[in-house]
């Protein structure tokens, strides 16, 4: 019974990972682009040492709805940031939340 509540809810989970593309990263912030207010891109660098450059949505905001300015604190204090991104057919990330 284990076996079939496990696959279960793996083939549940990847389905919905698949449906609309999109996936989770957690990650530090080690770059920052854009002015004080705007942000036009960041880069995050995974526990595995990979990095994703990635864009924000228009609008996005953190989920206790900070501005997206607060990547600069997170690039300051070296505290990881979760975020659900789509990576667009031109190669490009577009990042859809930002969670602390």
């Given at each position: 019974?284990?076996?079939?509540?496990?696959?279960?809810?793996?083939?549940?989970?990847l389905s919905?990972?698949?449906s609309?593309g999109r996936?989770?990263?957690?990650?530090?912030?080690?770059?920052?682009?854009g002015?004080i207010?705007?942000?036009?891109?960041?880069?995050?660098?995974?526990?595995?040492?990979?990095?994703?450059?990635?864009?924000?949505?228009d609008?996005?905001?953190?989920?206790?709805?900070?501005?997206?300015?607060?990547?600069?604190?997170?690039?300051r204090?070296?505290?990881t940031?979760?975020?659900?991104?789509?990576?667009?057919?031109d190669?490009?990330?577009?990042?859809?939340?930002?969670?602390?």
């Amino acid at each position: 019974m284990r076996w079939r509540v496990g696959s279960l809810s793996l083939l549940l989970l990847l389905s919905f990972a698949c449906s609309d593309g999109r996936q989770t990263a957690r990650g530090i912030v080690i770059e920052v682009e854009g002015g004080i207010t705007e942000v036009d891109g960041f880069l995050l660098r995974l526990p595995t040492g990979e990095t994703i450059r990635l864009r924000p949505a228009d609008g996005v905001f953190f989920h206790d709805n900070a501005p997206i300015g607060h990547l600069r604190d997170h690039l300051r204090s070296g505290e990881t940031v979760e975020v659900v991104y789509e990576i667009l057919s031109d190669g490009s990330a577009v990042a859809y939340e930002l969670t602390d």
